[in-house]
């Protein structure tokens, strides 16, 4: 059996019984290590589990995974993912690929951004299209995200934006060198970043979807003990430090509740601008 098992997001602990009674019995453990990351290191977690892990990186998921699954149609292997197991399109490939070969698979779900953003205080069913926002380049910045963004922000709902993380890549040097093998440090992109590109892509797309006032909440480790949120304009938030990764940021919609708004103010970066902005592009919108 191939079970994928959901980690929660923040430390060793959130794994549920369920789970760790899998990863207590399996002949094998993969940790999924690079569409997300837990907040603590590989020991803590082979500690708390009482289990030798192995990383599964991009290139042993993408193109090695006939060795996660070896064995797996007679004995049990299990493949650990940060948030929820069926969060990201890879997992669904694996799943996929151990059903062409006959092998049983199970999913044990948890927590995932998709729901733990609700600690915002923003109601999950006013959100719309979830985005997701790499780091750009001097020749490389993509604008997809900004066509889902307006298709939101038409019907009035809130967008959430993913973050990029880069783990265990090459530079464009190195790979053009051959230096295979010779990986960047990791990179985790912040509110801040996330905000300013958003505001250079609205300077170059120019169709006004959204503004350096448009508000927007900040969210720093997620389901953490150290959890942070930033209720701010998106010029605000490009200034702002949410301390150390990961992050994520939702733009508000038009049809924001009164009881949202009561919410976020809470933890707004100035409250007087807040109030200022909201009464004048949200309040009676809804």
Same mark, same amino acid.
């Given at each position: 059996?191939?079970?994928?098992?959901?980690?929660?997001?923040?430390?060793?602990?959130?794994?549920?019984?369920?789970?760790?009674?899998?990863?207590?019995?399996?002949?094998?453990?993969?940790?999924?290590?690079?569409?997300?990351?837990?907040?603590?290191?590989?020991?803590?977690?082979?500690?708390?589990?009482?289990?030798?892990?192995?990383? #599964?990186?991009?290139?042993?998921?993408?193109? #090695?995974?006939?060795?996660?699954?070896?064995?797996?149609?007679?004995?049990?292997?299990?493949?650990?993912?940060?948030?929820?197991?069926?969060?990201?399109?890879?997992?669904?490939?694996?799943?996929?690929?151990?059903?062409?070969?006959?092998?049983?698979?199970?999913?044990?779900?948890?927590?995932?951004?998709?729901?733990?953003? !609700? #600690?915002?205080?923003? $109601?999950?069913?006013?959100?719309? $299209?979830?985005?997701?926002?790499?780091?750009?380049?001097?020749? %490389?910045?993509?604008?997809?995200?900004?066509?889902?963004?307006?298709?939101?922000?038409?019907?009035?709902?809130?967008?959430?934006?993913?973050?990029?993380?880069?783990?265990?890549?090459?530079?464009?040097?190195?790979?053009?060198?051959?230096? %295979?093998?010779?990986?960047?440090?990791?990179?985790?992109?912040?509110?801040?970043?996330?905000?300013?590109?958003?505001?250079?892509?609205?300077?170059?797309?120019?169709?006004?979807?959204?503004?350096?006032?448009?508000?927007?909440? !900040?969210?720093?480790?997620?389901? #953490?003990?150290?959890?942070?949120?930033?209720?701010?304009?998106?010029?605000?938030?490009?200034?702002?430090?949410?301390?150390?990764?990961?992050?994520?940021?939702?733009?508000?919609?038009?049809?924001?509740?009164?009881?949202?708004?009561?919410?976020?103010?809470?933890?707004?970066?100035?409250?007087?601008?807040?109030?200022?902005? %909201?009464?004048?592009?949200?309040? !009676?919108?809804?």
């Amino acid at each position: 059996m191939l079970y994928l098992v959901g980690l929660g997001l923040a430390d060793e602990t959130d794994i549920t019984v369920k789970g760790l009674e899998i990863v207590k019995k399996a002949e094998r453990v993969y940790l999924e290590a690079y569409t997300s990351i837990l907040l603590v290191d590989q020991a803590k977690l082979e500690a708390y589990y009482g289990r030798q892990v192995i990383l #599964a990186d991009r290139e042993m998921v993408e193109s #090695a995974s006939d060795d996660i699954l070896a064995g797996a149609d007679t004995i049990d292997v299990a493949f650990l993912v940060v948030g929820d197991p069926l969060g990201a399109t890879t997992h669904t490939d694996l799943v996929l690929r151990a059903r062409a070969l006959k092998i049983p698979t199970q999913t044990i779900p948890n927590a995932s951004i998709l729901s733990a953003i !609700g #600690a915002t205080g923003l $109601q999950l069913y006013n959100f719309g $299209q979830t985005v997701s926002m790499v780091f750009f380049t001097d020749n %490389w910045k993509p604008s997809s995200f900004y066509d889902r963004v307006a298709e939101n922000r038409t019907v009035g709902l809130h967008t959430l934006l993913l973050l990029d993380i880069k783990v265990k890549e090459m530079s464009p040097e190195n790979m053009a060198r051959g230096r %295979w093998g010779v990986y960047e440090p990791p990179r985790y992109m912040s509110v801040a970043t996330c905000a300013a590109q958003m505001l250079e892509t609205e300077l170059e797309r120019g169709e006004g979807v959204y503004t350096p006032d448009s508000l927007a909440v !900040g969210a720093g480790r997620v389901g #953490a003990v150290n959890q942070v949120l930033a209720a701010g304009t998106l010029a605000q938030l490009s200034e702002a430090d949410l301390g150390p990764p990961l992050h994520s940021l939702v733009l508000l919609g038009r049809r924001t509740h009164a009881l949202e708004r009561e919410f976020i103010r809470d933890f707004a970066i100035d409250k007087a601008v807040f109030d200022a902005v %909201w009464a004048r592009d949200y309040e !009676g919108k809804s």
